[in-house]
């Protein structure tokens, strides 16, 4: 009998592995070279959020419930070794990454991020003219004594620990002192054209701040002067089932979320022993958790960096997303929509129909209710000012807000207020389950009656990430579609049963028992002696009992091929386990997120897709959609776009090892790009 951790791997060391994979795109010589600086970031912004959620979390349960066994079999001081070991190499490569590889290359370009020693006298100048007129009037240093404990740090500042020798003005003799660098200083500056020689010049806050860090002590002597940033755990812990306001207690929540636990310490790499020590002894960390970086501490904020440099060659291609054939000639959404289903694929296809629909909704006298799920839309959202609008118009206007949407609640929190003081109708779902289901749906009075339309994603309502994100979305006023939709609607502002679908499924209810019956219906063709296939395509892959009902399928001969964008516990290729399983990733200039699932089903071939990922959360503790593709027309679209062309890429695809780790697909013969394909198709 396999042991647990023969079958499944370790979601934390699969995030990690994930940003190995984001990391290889920004070594890549072949991607534009803002475009690969953007990657370094992105890897650090998803360490960031690692730490910040499944980190923590893991700390939690080494302190709580250290016998406990994860899914893997390892008890969590177990993982946590294990993880942590893993974590600090991928932090070492990517800053060498930056080191040794881009910033080189960003010198052959003319652009260059000068470090001090490099400093001319008319570039020191400036930069001590920058500092006092733009720096220090805002800095507050900390002398740290009786009178002074040390501060309160923010999550994901950026603060620096200052060695101090002498006495101040009152007497006091104080060795450490902290500065705490506001969040409104930017973190990168550009030097003046006529002090960069013909070139691009770029300077670190940072630098700038250990070139003055001295006017600051005034008749104090500087020994030393060490960049650091702390992690804290941020997830928000709402979770009494006696509460009475949710928006109430979360909004105290989220006040406190700056100054969780602390998970991790970054640090300057000349940083001594000794204020290591201290700093490790002030946040209560171990020496694990401590990362030492050649570099600024906060990768993140070298985002800004593109938006300095005007040079396009150096970046991706600018494209237009288009429409859809039947949307160019419809002079009307709801004609169109009448006429047949419309499948838009994002970004390669425009988000724009959606938002004009909500428009039309809003401004259609005939449209007389509005009914939206909001999980994120973000700060600035023409979708929500559309809601707005309908509900000042007199419309009867109801928007579910996931108010426990991580790190989007305060935006959430502040449409909420919106919608409600505009006469919407605004609920929070249910209570211990996030609504993570994307519907829409508008009810206009027509010739014949009421008429139902909907739209259906597999992302988030969100004009920007739809530009960045690979996601579908089906507008529909299939009439049993538009039922369901509305059932589901009534469950969550209401109370009482479930209700019987008509083709909709739902978590936490009927998705996952449907997904285990197609798993099994394939593997009794495959027993019987049919052919027997699975695609699936999502964004992560960790709930057990798939796991193990895709291994059975794999041993009757179910030939099993998925698309699994970041963690998948699963492991392919195993003999007499998994041999019929391949796992591949996709990494390339969009983020996929599209849940797209096959099943052959001797010969009907069933498609969905679904706002959910194979985990146990989007099963249980969430309430997701998935709808069938019941037009022809559409069916044949999505396995083509989203699967077909995805198994044939040899460009951006990774081929998952049975250890968990991952190997670039070898290219052989004519590239193969699914991005780019379907770039260029809908550009034609």
């Known amino acids: 009998m396999s042991q647990p951790q023969d079958l499944l791997l370790n979601r934390e060391l699969g995030v990690i592995e994930f940003n190995r994979r984001v990391l290889a795109q920004a070594e890549d010589p072949q991607l534009p070279l803002l475009e690969r600086l953007k990657f370094l970031c992105i890897v650090s912004s998803n360490l960031d959020e690692f730490f910040e959620v499944r ?19 390892r008890t969590p001081r177990q993982a946590l070794d294990m993880v942590s070991g893993a974590a600090h190499a991928l932090v070492r490569d990517q800053y060498a990454v930056m080191r040794e590889v881009l910033f080189p290359a960003f010198r052959d370009e003319n652009i260059v991020f000068l470090r001090r020693d490099e400093w001319n006298a008319e570039q020191r100048q400036w930069v001590r003219d920058y500092f006092f007129r733009e720096v220090m009037p805002i800095l507050t240093p900390i002398g740290l004594d009786p009178s002074h404990p040390f501060p309160k740090v923010l999550n994901k500042s950026l603060n620096f620990a200052v060695e101090l020798e002498g006495r101040d003005a009152f007497g006091r003799r104080s060795g450490i002192a902290i500065v705490q660098a506001p969040r409104i ?33 005034l008749g104090m002597a500087v020994k030393g002067c060490y960049q650091f940033r702390v992690t804290r755990d941020s997830e928000l812990n709402v979770e009494d089932e006696d509460l009475k306001n949710l928006r109430t207690a979360l909004q105290g929540e989220l006040r406190q979320r700056q100054f969780g636990d602390a998970v991790r310490l970054e640090i300057a790499d000349n940083c001594p022993q000794h204020m290591e020590e201290f700093l490790l002894t002030q946040f209560n960390l171990e020496q694990r958790d401590i990362y030492r970086v050649d570099g600024p501490v906060n990768l993140v904020r070298l985002m800004q960096v593109p938006d ?51 428009n039309l909704a809003a401004l259609d006298p005939q449209v007389v209710a509005i009914k939206m799920t909001v999980y994120r839309t973000g700060t600035d959202s023409v979708l929500m000012e559309s809601l707005i609008a309908a509900a000042r118009a007199g419309k009867q206007v109801t928007v579910v807000v996931e108010l426990m949407a991580r790190f989007d609640e305060e935006a959430n929190i502040s449409w909420a207020s919106r919608l409600e003081d505009a006469g919407a109708h605004v609920v929070y779902g249910v209570f211990g389950y996030k609504v993570h289901a994307k519907m829409l749906m508008v009810v206009r009075r027509e010739e ?39 059932d589901i609607f009534v469950q969550l502002t209401g109370l009482g049963r479930a209700s019987q679908l008509k083709h ?28 027997a296939q699975i695609i699936a395509k999502m964004n992560a892959l960790l709930e057990p009992q798939v796991i193990h009902a895709l291994y059975k399928a794999s041993q009757a001969g179910v ?18 386990l998994s041999d019929n399983i391949t796992v591949r990733s996709i990494v390339g200039r969009f983020l996929e997120h599209p849940r797209v699932f096959y099943f052959f089903n001797d010969r009907q071939e069933d498609v969905f897709i679904a706002s959910a990922d194979w985990m146990g959360r989007n099963f249980f503790r969430r309430i997701e959609t998935c709808v069938p593709v019941l037009d022809a027309r559409i069916k044949r679209r999505l396995i083509k776009e ?20 991952y190997r670039r697909r070898q290219t052989r013969g004519r590239l193969r790009c699914a991005q780019a394909q379907l770039l260029a198709e809908y550009a034609h």
């Open 642 to 661: 989203s699967l077909k062309l995805y198994l044939e890429d040899n460009c951006n695809a990774w081929e998952m090892q049975p250890d968990g780790s």
């Open 55 to 73: 980190l923590a979390w893991l700390k939690a349960c080494a302190r709580h419930t250290p016998e406990r066994l994860l899914p893997d079999g």
């Open 559 to 576: 030939k099993i091929q998925l698309i699994v964008r970041g963690v998948c516990a699963l492991r392919p290729g195993v003999p007499g």
């Open 504 to 531: 909709l499924y739902q978590s936490p209810f009927t998705l996952h028992s449907m997904i285990m019956a197609a798993i099994a219906r394939e593997t009794e063709h495959a027993e019987a002696g049919r052919p």
């Open 308 to 358: 300095l440099i005007d040079r396009p060659e150096l970046k991706f291609s600018p494209f237009t997303p288009t429409l859809p054939p039947s949307l160019q000639k419809k002079a009307s959404l709801f004609d169109a929509i009448r006429q047949g289903d419309v499948l838009l694929h994002h970004p390669y296809q425009s988000f724009q129909p959606v938002i004009d629909l909500l």
């Open 185 to 217: 200083l930017p973190r990168v500056i550009k030097l003046p054209a006529e002090l960069s020689e013909g070139k691009l010049m770029l300077v670190f806050l940072s630098s700038i701040l250990h070139a003055h860090v001295h006017e600051l002590f």
């Open 448 to 486: 014949h009656g009421l008429r139902r339309y909907v739209h259906l994603g597999t992302g988030n309502y969100h004009p920007r990430t739809a530009r960045l994100y690979t996601d579908f979305g089906l507008m529909t006023c299939n009439e049993e579609i538009a039922s369901d939709v509305n």
